[in-house]
């Protein structure tokens, strides 16, 4: 079992930066795929970006040259770092866990989520 834990959010003007945290619980960290993913109001939830075990990262067009995503094993929390933020980027960010174990099926786990607003 893993409980996510994100914090760093919170309000921003247009052209502005924030970093986001995800902690993580237990000792299997190192052995997920770590995501951001953001939500609105009314729509679907989608992918902000994406680091693999072995810190290979891809991120969603809208988000790419201006979002780094990274993390840190031995404290076991992923980040998101966000510059140049729009009022687009409004949301509901959401940590992700995941894996595939043989004989096991798929494994994913969620954050509760942390309120990015960008307003001026």
């Known amino acids: 079992q893993v409980q996510l834990v994100e914090s760093g959010g919170g309000l921003v003007q247009p052209g502005g930066s924030l970093r986001l945290s995800c902690a993580a619980s237990?000792?299997?960290?190192?052995?997920?795929?770590m995501g951001w993913y953001r939500q609105a109001p009314g729509k679907q939830r989608t992918l902000v970006a994406r680091i693999t075990r072995d810190a290979s990262t891809n991120y969603a067009d809208s988000v790419k040259g201006r979002f780094t995503i990274s993390r840190d094993n031995a404290k076991n929390t992923v980040f998101l770092q966000m510059n140049t933020l729009k009022p687009e980027d409004t949301a509901v960010y959401f940590c992700?866990?995941?894996?595939?174990?043989?004989?096991?099926?798929?494994?994913?786990?969620w954050g509760q989520g942390t309120q990015v607003t960008v307003s001026s």
């Open positions: 992700n866990a995941d894996r595939l174990r043989l004989g096991m099926g798929r494994e994913s786990y």
């Open positions: 237990g000792s299997t960290f190192s052995t997920y795929a």
